[in-house]
């Protein structure tokens, strides 16, 4: 990790050693000519931490308002890396793909350094950049350009989840092991691979690692929790709330050795045993238990349930006021 800093640079040079350390942190932009303007009369001041967390750069800068514009494309050869902006504090203004774009704190967006843009800093800021490598998350050119400076608000569960996962990982970028900061960057890509995915309303990409799969499933697995007393809770109906295709629902769980329908009915009958075995619920009839939970056939139902575990719902009942009175 590098800490750089104009505290001991010259008033009159520092705007000048601004341009020479985002050079030297950005090593695509090294060769790129950039045009920097202050936006106050005072003398320029900003620090860059930066560092290495497994295949991933991460920078984080502190900063007086500033202007910086890419004028036109040029020297850039290494498109490998996305580059994922943060804003932790002030706002950061966009100019890029013929449209303007304010990011706020606590939002995010992807940033694409090899075309003409503008950004501008009105306020003091903080702002985190993790460049990750584009063969991480899986993505074609095409899906990243429509995200590329759109913002990213913390508006869903999962960006929610990722947004203050990424700024904590820039944010402690030395207290890791190598052996786990390389872990942590993989959960990182696969992680932000899930937001985009949400965001281009469409499946997750095959990066090699079951992280993202992973959190979709208990994102889904919590869904089915809070709709278990809906009648018409599907695979269909949970993939079209998930924005994934209903062939990628059943793969998640099957992964897992189950089906939808079965992990449904599980949880379904999970809750009802719980109600049954409630004392003070005892003056509630095993059909409205069983309507509770979107069990629609009473008949059904006493089945399922005798065949989950051993005992007709009624039995159930009996057995647990009987322990409870015991």
């Not at 902006?85 to 002030?90: E, F, K, L, R, T």
């Not at 993939?239 to 769980?253: D, G, K, Q, W």
């Not at 897992?256 to 809750?271: D, F, K, M, N, Y």
């Not at 049954?276 to 619920?281: A, E, I, K, M, Q």
Request: aromatic share 6%; glycine share 4%.
């Amino acid at each position: 990790m590098s800490v750089v800093s104009t505290a001991s640079v010259p008033a009159e040079d520092r705007l000048a050693y601004w341009y020479e350390v985002i050079g030297q942190t950005y090593e695509q932009l090294a060769s790129v000519r950039l045009d920097l303007s202050k936006l106050t009369n005072a003398p320029y001041t900003g620090m860059i931490t930066a560092g290495r967390i497994g295949p991933l750069t991460v920078a984080s800068t502190v900063a007086d308002p500033l202007h910086v514009r890419k004028p036109r494309r040029g020297e850039l050869t290494d498109d490998d890396c996305l580059n994922v902006c943060i804003q932790d504090h002030g706002h950061l203004v966009i100019d890029q793909n013929n449209g303007q774009t304010l990011l706020r704190p606590g939002s995010l967006t992807l940033f694409d350094t090899t075309r003409p843009y503008t950004v501008t800093y009105p306020d003091p800021f903080r702002t985190h950049v993790i460049q990750i490598p584009r063969a991480m998350l899986g993505f074609r050119a095409a899906d990243l350009h429509r995200l590329t400076a759109v913002p990213i608000e913390a508006d869903t569960e999962t960006a929610a989840l990722v947004t203050p996962f990424l700024t904590r990982l820039a944010t402690q970028m030395n207290s890791h092991s190598p052996h786990i900061g390389e872990l942590l960057a993989h959960n990182a890509a696969d992680l932000l691979a899930t937001l985009l995915a949400e965001r281009l309303d469409r499946d997750l990409p095959d990066t090699g690692t079951d992280a993202a799969r992973t959190l979709l499933r208990l994102r889904i697995q919590a869904f089915i929790d809070r709709h278990l007393g809906d009648p018409h809770l599907s695979p269909r109906t949970i993939a079209e709330a998930h924005h994934v295709s209903l062939r990628h629902v059943h793969r998640l769980f099957r992964e897992q050795g189950t089906t939808v329908s079965r992990w449904i009915q599980h949880r379904r009958l999970e809750a009802c045993r719980r109600e049954l075995s409630r004392p003070h619920r005892a003056d509630v009839s095993v059909t409205a238990v069983a309507h509770r939970f979107g069990f629609t056939s009473r008949t059904h139902f006493s089945r399922a349930f005798r065949a989950a575990y051993g005992l007709s719902p009624r039995e159930w009942r009996a057995i647990a006021r009987h322990r409870k009175h015991a």
